[in-house]
T-cell receptor, first 113, second 115 residues
Framework: KQEVTQIPAALSVPEGENLVLNCSFT??????LQWFRQDPGKGLTSLLL?????REQTSGRLNASLDKSSGRSTLYIAASQPGDSATYLCAVRRGNYGQNFVFGPGTRLSVLP | EAGVAQSPRYKIIEKRQSVAFWCNPISGHATLYWYQQILGQGPKLLIQFQNNGVVDDSQLPKDRFSAERLKGVDSTLKIQPAKLEDSAVYLCASRKVGDTNEKLFFGSGTQLSVL
């Protein structure tokens, strides 16, 4: 059974700092991995998706990496801003068809001005 | 394009009452998911539809939860009777089959409080 964990559970940083969020999964047989952002009282917004054959994906100030063999992914946020404050969740998908996404509990990020 | 629509936004009921949630996915998205998110946890899949057929309902408490997706578009999730532990946010998500991007799109959710 796939289990996804995220460390730390919460993180507070000053504005402008670079930071790394971690995601670990127990079963390396994944199809892809997605990072999501969730603002309070809102649904989830997809940030980056990494296919199992890829090592990283970049979008603006965000960079996500994937190491399947070690069961780890990291989300790197450069030059953090107060608007980045949210909960960040990762989710792994096992198969191409009929396999749902298993989510981690998330990391709650606060960027202080 | 319009996003995933959900209603109601909030619902407060007493235990043993029934409640229903509605979801309208993004047009053209064949796959629809219902997730339950308890405060402080990640979303947990309740049921997955492909068009109007059920793909995975292994984690749906079928003695009290039911869901349908008529005509492969809108979907409703029902709880009858509700228990205190059902207090959570119920999220609907959709995905376009065959999209190599394979991203999930979520609605804003329905926050359920069972008193």
């Amino acid at each position: 059974k796939q289990e996804v964990t995220q460390i730390p559970a919460a993180l507070s940083v000053p504005e402008g700092e670079n930071l790394v969020l971690n995601c670990s999964f127990t079963d390396s047989a994944i199809y892809n991995l997605q990072w999501f952002r969730q603002d309070p009282g809102k649904g989830l917004t997809s940030l980056l998706l990494i296919q199992s054959s890829q090592r990283e994906q970049t979008s603006g100030r965000l960079n996500a990496s994937l190491d399947k063999s070690s069961g780890r992914s990291t989300l790197y946020i450069a030059a953090s801003q107060p608007g980045d404050s949210a909960t960040y969740l990762c989710a792994v998908r096992r198969g191409n068809y009929g396999q749902n996404f298993v989510f981690g509990p998330g990391t709650r990020l606060s960027v202080l001005p | 394009e319009a996003g995933v629509a959900q209603s109601p936004r909030y619902k407060i009921i007493e235990k043993r009452q029934s409640v229903a949630f509605w979801c309208n996915p993004i047009s053209g998205h064949a796959t629809l998911y219902w997730y339950q998110q308890i405060l402080g946890q990640g979303p947990k899949l309740l049921i997955q539809f492909q068009n109007n057929g059920v793909v995975d309902d292994s984690q749906l408490p079928k003695d009290r939860f039911s869901a349908e997706r008529l005509k492969g578009v809108d979907s409703t999730l029902k709880i009858q009777p509700a228990k205190l532990e059902d207090s959570a946010v119920y999220l609907c998500a959709s995905r376009k089959v065959g999209d190599t991007n394979e991203k999930l799109f979520f609605g804003s959710g329905t926050q359920l409080s069972v008193l």
